[in-house]
């Protein structure tokens, strides 16, 4: 649930973030929470250019790119040590 929907923006820069955007740290006196980024985006703040909250699409782009290098991973043969260097 941390990367997924609630968002917390922080006040004085006005921009909404994921809680596991590493971009800023919202203050606990100045942050907020909303439900998703809709919410946050009509309260007057600008989506993380760095997470982007607002995009759904990109983070599911993310998520295949991962489970698609973890297949590769699993299906490989095992590298040996003497096969890397020479």
């Known amino acids: 649930r941390a990367a997924g929907r609630p968002v917390f923006p922080e006040r004085p820069p006005g921009v909404d973030c994921r809680p596991s955007c590493r971009a800023t740290r919202a203050l606990r006196k100045t942050g907020r929470g909303y439900a ?30 991962i489970a698609c290098a973890c297949r590769v991973v699993e299906t490989a043969p095992p590298l040996a040590l003497a096969s890397l260097a020479p």
């Open 36 to 65: 998703n980024a809709q919410q946050a985006l009509d309260a007057g703040f600008r989506p993380c250019k760095r997470c982007q909250p607002d995009n759904a699409r990109a983070q599911l782009r993310r998520g295949e790119k």
